[in-house]
């Protein structure tokens, strides 16, 4: 049984998302393992450099346009994926696991009646047959998942798969004006985080915990993370009390990261915490307790008070 | 208008994970279930709107019998009802939408309310899967709404921001946190649910498509090096950062 296999291109203000690359190149893979085409599609007005995804495996791409695509609207773009996957008789889908991709791809597994396994960190081919590899439990247990019918839709976690390099290919573009989309819910205004970097997407974060004593001394761990070009994060004691919004919480009810890496300052290194940031690359810790459990986990650290390493730290990458 | 909120009964988050005798679930020995961290605050944007609009709330869950505990807390946070679609197996998030989207339907429900996520297998999906089954709008990860009338202003998360949302009724909505402060389920709260009924009846149960193989603990990671105890091991872990992990 011969496999389509058909990958979401996801864009914000027309620039496709860095994530949606690493899925173009999980597509391209899933083509290679099982000999067969794999094609991308995109959504949305204007959008930049589409043939680009040529370099990372796939050669062609069909993008629907249309002014009221421009922002994402889950009916409309629903919508017109399952429209596209049927009349391409794709029968797997790949999405990223981002904000947009969670949202959309279980929309569209209804919509084509397909099973669908979500977060995915690796895959194993044995012949036709794909396994998944996902976390589960915040990370401190693992499946291994088959997907059983005749479409699948994998969503894979951001960060993991590295596409590499891009060589000169260009993908060939076909445009599809669409008339008419189905805009039941629809984003009317995109709300930007003050500019700031996003822990989930970031590929260093810096986060703070109760060790900083208060809200001000949080001007410390946004230092050391311009420095480093960082994304800053917080651990749920300093979100629940106020210092920081939850959008930064890291752990099992915040954000699960995997950035390259991970610097934590004054956080104890709780079970919850812990299970949304241990699978970093790299984990420095700063505590000033050396039993503290952030240090079982921990790559690099400095049993220290934050207040004065910190400081040092800052003076020393300036150099 | 009637509200229905669906709830998922898990592991409490503090819990050490040990995998099962069969590889493929957990060993629930010893292990404490709670109210889904994320249905809380799905639970109290539930009686919020009921407080704002009318209506009853009733509580969902489809699971085994044990997952009355979490429709009793819902319940003694101020809930109206409760319904449990019994099923003893473990059932793949299409499975489970399918049966909610059944008990939905016949509820009548405007508005539902669902986690964005269920801290057990981490899915993040059963809300939208069962929006599209029923043919509702659908926002996720809500972290701000408003209603007035049929319409809808949502806001979800996303990665550097917040989208602001247009929609309308019916509608599902899954709830993150920030959207509110989930309320205490207060001693009079739990006398009263003691009175409030769950209504028991067999989840319209579906072949899994999702078939866990095996269920397995991450690799250990490696004890890392305490570099020192002050500033005078700061160099050093410039260096180590530089020329060993090379990250920065
Ligand atoms: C349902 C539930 C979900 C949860 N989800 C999350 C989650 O998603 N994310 C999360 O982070 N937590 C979560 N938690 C909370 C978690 O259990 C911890 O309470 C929390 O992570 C502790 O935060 P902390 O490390 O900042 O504070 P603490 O545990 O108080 O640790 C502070 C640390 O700072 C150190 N310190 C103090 N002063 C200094 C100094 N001058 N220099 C250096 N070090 C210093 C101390 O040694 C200590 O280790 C959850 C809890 C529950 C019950
Ligand atoms: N077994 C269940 N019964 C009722 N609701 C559920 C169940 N599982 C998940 N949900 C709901 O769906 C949300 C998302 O779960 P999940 O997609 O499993 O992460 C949860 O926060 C619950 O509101």
Redesign the interface.
């Known amino acids: 049984m011969a496999k389509n296999i058909l990958v979401f291109i996801e864009q914000r203000n027309g620039q496709i998302k860095k994530s949606s690359f690493e899925a173009v190149k999980i597509a391209a893979d899933f083509a290679n393992k099982l000999s067969s085409q794999a094609e991308a599609i995109c959504i949305g007005n204007d959008v930049e450099g589409l043939d680009t995804i040529g370099g990372y495996g796939i050669n062609k791409v069909t993008h629907y346009k249309n002014t009221d695509l421009a922002n994402y609207s889950n009916s409309a773009y629903a919508d017109l994926l399952a429209k596209h996957a049927e009349e391409t008789g794709s029968d797997v889908l790949i999405f990223s696991n981002s904000a947009m991709g969670k949202d959309l791809a279980p929309l569209t597994a209804v919509k084509i009646n397909a099973g669908i396994a979500v977060d995915c960190t690796n895959f194993e081919f044995e012949g036709e047959n794909v396994k998944a590899l996902r976390p589960v439990y915040a990370g401190k247990a693992l499946i291994n998942v088959n997907v059983n019918g005749d479409k699948k839709i994998f969503t894979i976690r951001p960060n993991v798969f590295k596409p590499g390099e891009p060589t000169g290919d260009k993908a060939e573009v076909n445009v599809v004006e669409v008339s008419d989309p189905k805009l039941n819910c629809k984003v009317v205004e995109l709300k930007k985080s003050a500019d700031k970097l996003d822990v989930a997407e970031a590929d260093i974060i810096v986060s703070g915990g109760r060790g900083l004593k208060e809200p001000d001394n949080f001007k410390l761990v946004e230092e050391l993370a311009a420095q480093l070009g960082a994304a800053v994060g917080a651990s749920r004691a300093v979100v629940d009390a106020g210092w920081r919004p939850h959008n930064e919480q890291v752990g099992q009810t915040g954000k699960t990261v995997s950035p390259t890496l991970y610097v934590a300052l004054g956080i104890s290194g709780a079970i919850q915490h812990l299970a949304g940031m241990r699978s970093s690359k790299y984990i420095v810790a700063i505590n000033k307790d050396k039993d503290a459990p952030i240090f079982q986990v921990a790559d690099y650290g400095i049993a220290g008070d934050v207040f004065e390493v910190v400081p040092a730290l800052i003076e020393e990458l300036k150099k | 208008m009637k509200i229905v909120v669906c709830v998922s009964h898990v592991?409490d988050?503090?819990?050490?994970?040990v995998?099962g005798s069969d590889n493929?679930t957990?060993d629930a020995n010893g292990v404490t279930y709670v109210l889904n961290?994320?249905d809380e605050i799905a639970v109290e944007e539930a009686l919020k709107t009921k407080e704002a609009q009318g209506g009853d709330v009733v509580v969902v869950s489809v699971g085994p019998d044990n997952n009355k505990e979490s429709i009793r807390k819902a319940l003694a946070m101020g809930a109206d009802s409760g319904v449990l679609l019994k099923d003893d197996n473990y059932r793949?998030?299409?499975g489970v939408?399918k049966a909610l989207a059944e008990e939905i339907k016949a509820q009548d429900a405007q508005i539902v309310f669902f986690g964005k996520q269920s801290?057990?297998?981490?899915?993040?999906?059963v809300g939208?899967?069962t929006?599209?089954?029923l043919g509702y709008?659908?926002?996720?990860?809500a972290?701000d709404l408003k209603l007035d009338g049929e319409k809808i202003t949502a806001?979800?998360?996303?990665?550097?921001?917040?989208?602001?949302?247009?929609?309308?009724l019916p509608a599902v909505i899954t709830c993150?946190?920030?959207l509110n402060e989930p309320r205490y389920a207060a001693l009079k709260g739990i006398m009263a649910a003691k009175r409030k009924t769950i209504e028991e009846k067999d989840a319209a149960v579906s072949?899994?498509?999702?078939?866990?193989?095996?269920?397995?603990?991450?690799a250990p990671?490696e004890?890392?090096?305490?570099?020192?105890?002050?500033?005078s091991?700061?160099?050093e872990?410039?260096r180590?950062?530089k020329e060993e992990?090379k990250?920065?």
């Open positions: 592991p988050t503090a819990t050490k994970i995998v493929k957990i961290p994320y793949d998030s299409v939408a801290v057990d297998y981490d899915n993040s999906i939208q899967l929006a599209e089954m709008n659908c926002v996720s990860v972290v806001e979800r998360e996303i990665e550097g921001g917040r989208e602001v949302i247009e929609t309308s993150q946190k920030g072949e899994n498509s999702v078939e866990i193989l095996e269920m397995k603990k991450p990671k004890p890392g090096k305490i570099v020192g105890t002050d500033s091991a700061v160099p872990l410039v180590l950062l992990a990250v920065i």
